[in-house]
């Protein structure tokens, strides 16, 4: 396979914030590439985002794990991404799912070995095939499953990306009947739901030193960037890919990365899925390097 390359924009640099807490912030500030703006201090709910254009520059040395997709040669930071919609079950063949193709997250991991990174997709209900060696995937259906399989990997993980499109309720199971289907009565039904576990706040309050969470958003344009910095607060995450609503299920996406640190980068205009995920992946490099792979992390803490 051959690597995606880092899509090219302009680059407008400022100088890295101090971190508001070190295990909230791993690694952050040690690279260098990127395009860049700032806009307000760490940790500030409040802060708005000068959105800014960039083509990645060369990282620092040693910072990039080594090239190439070979599963054997993958020493890069271990990532665990999640891609695709959840199906919250009605009954034995109805749920309640969303538009998510999962292309996006899928990219990413094909992005992320391709860098080198050894990476981990658990992936949703879709119909697209991974066919990377280089790429491990497991599958679920349902946020519970997914929560169930995030509890088991994140020990074991450098990077999370979130990029799943987790429901946030589910059919109530007191009410479920998954052995058998709901029948016509001739009137209306009513289906009581409850809310599901939010999975990335959970991997953020559990999360263990030197790890490192991005977190989606998927937000009105309007607004986009003030939304996912609240998003990044409430969640307990180092970075946010903000895209505006059309991106689902779409071929381009014009995301955003909003940073804990109040920096935002761009690529700087549309791309494919894959191109996007190449420059997510160069720049989550040049701001992570191999740092979490080669801290000496606590254990018992995820
Ligand atoms: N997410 C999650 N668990 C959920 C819902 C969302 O882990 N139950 C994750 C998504 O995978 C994504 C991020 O949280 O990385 C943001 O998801 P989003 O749906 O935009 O946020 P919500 O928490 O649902 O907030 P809101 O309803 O206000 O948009």
């Known amino acids: 396979m051959k690597p995606p390359r880092p899509a090219k924009g302009q680059t407008a640099r400022t100088r890295p914030t101090p971190a508001a807490t070190p295990a909230a ?56 991404i999640t891609a695709g919609p959840t199906h919250e079950p009605i009954d034995r063949v109805r749920f309640i799912g969303n538009r998510s193709s999962g292309k996006m997250g899928i990219s990413i991991a094909q992005a992320a070995a391709a860098a080198g990174w050894r990476v981990r997709l658990l992936l949703g209900p879709v119909p697209t095939p991974v066919n990377d060696p280089a790429v491990k995937v497991e599958r679920f259906q349902t946020t519970e499953e997914l929560r169930t399989l995030l509890t088991k990997r994140m020990p074991s993980t450098d990077v999370l990306v979130m990029a799943a499109a987790v429901a946030d309720y589910r059919p109530d199971p007191a ?50 960037e003030a939304v996912a910095r609240a998003k990044l607060e409430r969640k307990g995450v180092d970075f946010i890919v903000a895209n505006p609503l059309e991106t689902m299920d779409a071929a381009d996406i014009d995301g955003v990365l909003v940073g804990r ?34 801290r000496s992390p606590a254990r018992g803490q995820a």
């Open 25 to 80: 912030r791993p690694g952050l500030g040690r690279g260098g590439s990127g395009a860049a703006s700032r806009s307000g201090s760490g940790g500030n709910g409040a802060a708005r985002g000068r959105r800014g254009a960039g083509r990645p520059s060369a990282p620092a040395p040693g910072a990039l794990p080594p090239p190439g997709p070979s599963v054997a040669a993958a020493r890069g930071p271990r990532v665990l």
């Open 175 to 224: 009410d479920t009947d998954l052995s058998g289907k709901i029948r016509r009565k001739g009137q209306g039904l009513t289906l009581r739901l409850v809310s599901t576990p939010d999975l990335l706040q959970e991997a953020a309050s559990g999360r263990r030193p030197g790890q490192v969470l991005v977190g989606f958003a998927l937000e009105p344009r309007q607004g986009l």
């Open 261 to 294: 640190d109040g920096a935002t980068h761009s690529p700087g205009r549309r791309l494919s899925k894959g191109d996007f995920a190449a420059w997510l992946i160069a720049r989550l490099t040049a701001e992570v390097g191999a740092g979490p792979r080669r």
